[in-house]
């Protein structure tokens, strides 16, 4: 037998079957009821949803490519269809309304008040101190006011206040918890050396030397000679070079633990390590000194040309340089370098009424001088030189293998410190089959 409880009491038998099911509970247990003749609006809106989905169905029935087809009655039918949804979507607005004000009003008859610590009338002090005094007053509130949270979480507006007297006794500043910082890209320090191995030929070797014959006299006697008379015969010495295959390497020591919790900063350290590797490598090719275990560089090996500026400009000394290398050298040069100090001081050269002399500095375009390529490297010494060569023809690059990468931990203590040792190392020689085709420029 159905039954419905109000005001303290139970409606029984057919009184009962005859009452709106109730929408809520006032905060004394009497039910809150719908409007006089209504539905609730948890009905009203299930009953709205599927009389849309039934006219939107019908509609779909009429559905042209053009529009709709439809017959007079058909469109009769529509409107009164759409006055019926229309009434139904006010009915569910009321009906919403309605029940939002009964549990906002029933939310705010609830009881309201604060929480404090403590019940006892001994003058004892009444701030939360403790884990359990605070959850004893959290669990206090909550029981108090659960008829008031029941109708908000109902979706009631409204809001319960309370208040904690907890003791605090410092400041809790960001110096106590501070956020994470914002990590942003790691960046090396600035290593400009301006790679010139391109200029040189390749080559490569198994040998730990190199070998070759430089041709060191060239006697050419050839001429006219009258008939009946003997020609002076021609002149020709070669001297051997040899130049040693030597080995060039840069290491650092890191700790296991470094990689491990840094796994990109690896190829960080070996690609740094490489880059420096081969900055010394364009130094070593342009002017090293040749003292093992260096390698004897194209502007410094024995027989190569130079010309001071003295008093010249420098545009001309670079040009009596290239004019060394084609007759003496008898070769064709095919690049200048400069230091990048020395480029930017003849760059910056202007006329007497302003005129940059290489050109508008808005124009672009390959560095050139005298109709050479210009590169610029830290490589060939100190500002103040510039070297002019035939690269290319009279210079070559012997590789004994390429550039190694290696990591061990057998280095001294290493294993039992838990460090690695990280080498990049390179076996090279230079080899300079005619050094007067080189000239440097000093001066400048």
Known sequence: MTKHKTRGAYLHGEMAEHMPRPIGWYPDGRPIYPMAGGES???????????????????????????????????????TRNDALEKLQKDYDGALVVEKSAAENAAK????????????????????????????????FLKTHAPALKQIAGGADGKVSFELPVSTKTLVTLADHYPPADRQQTTGMAAYYGDTEDLFTPGS??????????????????????????????????????DEVEEIQAWIPVTRAFFTDNAAMQSTVTG?????????VNQQLLSGTGTTPQLWGAFIRTGFQ????????AFDAVGKAILKVQVTGDALPDAVVFHPTDWWNLRLTRTTQGVYILGNPADAGPLQLWGLPVRLSTGIGSAGTAGVG???????????????????????????????????????????????????????
């Not at 009258?226 to 002076?232: C, D, I, P, Q």
């Not at 130079?306 to 400009?313: E, I, L, S, V, Y």
């Not at 590789?399 to 090279?428: D, Q």
Request: hydrophobic share 35%; no cysteine; charged share 20%.
């Open 306 to 313: 130079t010309q001071a500026k003295g008093a010249d400009p």
């Open 41 to 79: 609006a948890q009905a009203l809106g299930l009953k709205l949803t599927q009389e849309r989905q039934l006219h939107a169905d019908w509609l779909a029935s009429f559905k042209k490519d053009d529009g709709y087809d439809m017959t007079a009655e058909q469109v009769g039918e529509f409107h």
């Open 272 to 280: 740094r390590l490489a880059y420096e590797l081969q900055a010394e």
């Open 205 to 242: 070797t198994d040998s730990s030397n190199i070998e070759y014959f430089i041709q060191t006299t060239n006697t050419t006697n050839a001429a006219f000679v009258a008939e009946g008379s003997a020609a002076t015969d021609s002149a020709y010495v070669w001297t051997k070079t040899t």
């Open 109 to 140: 008859l609830a009881p309201q008040g604060r929480i404090i610590s403590g019940g006892s009338d001994d003058p004892v002090d009444p701030r939360i101190k403790t884990a359990d005094q605070l959850d004893v007053a959290f669990k206090g």
């Open 390 to 444: 035939a690269f290319r023809q009279y210079a070559q690059i012997f590789n004994n293998g390429g550039t190694l990468v290696e990591m061990s931990s057998e280095h001294s203590t290493y294993f039992t410190e838990r460090k690695i040792a990280i080498a990049v190392s390179r076996r090279m020689s230079l080899a300079s089959y005619r050094p007067s085709a080189f000239a440097t420029v000093t001066g400048l």
